[in-house]
């Protein structure tokens, strides 16, 4: 991926390794990964396989232990943490596995905080209501996190990583706590702004429905890239390449 195009994310020999006291944790071992413009990727793989750990890093939320992580030809792993989070805010919408609202304020209040948060000058392609129509949640944007169930605080950490339609989407399990009516509402967003703005998006999901409406499938063991496969086609030719 060279440098300038938007949504590009690259990997090369990516290790995070977490250090508790004298015990060490290699969350992440030499991956490298592309994922080139406008290209929808799911991650899989067994619990504690590292995926939460990569798309931390490849949302600059932390630093590598070694290893580039490039966004958009920026290797955000050499930046000062100041110039790192002002990368992620420019392009990086988040989704975290534990959703990270606010407590205390309001879901709209959440969602105009991220708005301010990441400024203008992002994609319009939905308004703000309309998303927040699309996900079910447009009655309940008054309530704190603490009044709403887990499915609608989903959907509201959805709504604040959508709501500036930045140009790469990191989601953690976006539908692990959604029904299926719910799941189905939240892929079918993913794929219209995948398909209809080109934004980039990185899922992790535990759900082969999910991952059905991804370009690639990465499945991932022990803090690797075991294969990357394209609608579930396996095609040998791709082992080993990532
Ligand atoms: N902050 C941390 N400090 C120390 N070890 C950590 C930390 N975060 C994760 N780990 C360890 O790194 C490994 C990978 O964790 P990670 O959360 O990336 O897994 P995961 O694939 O997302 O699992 P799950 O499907 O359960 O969400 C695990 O062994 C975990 O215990
Ligand atoms: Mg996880």
């Known amino acids: ?65 070694r290893g580039q992580v490039l966004i958009d030809g920026i290797d955000i792993a050499k930046l000062s943490d100041a110039e790192r989070t002002a990368v992620r805010r420019e ?9 990270n609202l606010l407590p205390n304020i309001s879901a709209r209040a959440n969602i105009e905080l991220a708005k301010r948060i990441h400024g203008n000058g992002h994609a319009n392609l939905y308004k703000d209501d309309h998303i927040l ?3 079910g949640i447009k009655e309940k944007i008054g309530f704190r996190p603490t009044e709403l169930s887990g499915g609608e ?11 500036n339609q930045p140009s790469i989407l990191l989601a953690d399990e976006p539908t692990g706590n959604l029904d299926s009516h719910n799941s189905r509402l939240v892929l079918t967003l993913l794929q219209d702004l995948n398909q209809r ?20 499938v990465i499945e991932m063991r022990d803090g690797r890239i075991l294969a990357r496969t394209h609608h579930f086609v396996y095609e040998p030719e791709f082992e080993g390449l990532f």
């Open 1 to 65: 991926m060279g440098e300038g195009l938007r949504g590009s994310i690259e990997t090369t020999g990516l290790t995070m390794i977490y250090r508790s006291g004298k015990v060490e944790v290699p969350a992440i071992r030499e991956i490298n990964l592309t994922v080139g413009p406008g290209e929808f990727v799911a991650i899989m793989g067994p619990s504690g396989c590292g995926k939460s750990t990569l798309l931390h890093l490849l949302g600059g939320l932390v630093r590598p232990t």
């Open 91 to 99: 392009k990086v919408g988040y989704i975290f596995q534990r959703f």
């Open 133 to 135: 129509a699309l996900l």
């Open 153 to 163: 605080q989903q959907r509201v950490a959805i709504a604040r990583a959508v709501i």
């Open 197 to 216: 703005l080109g934004q980039t998006i990185v899922m992790i999901t535990h759900d082969s429905e999910a991952a059905s409406m991804a370009n690639h």
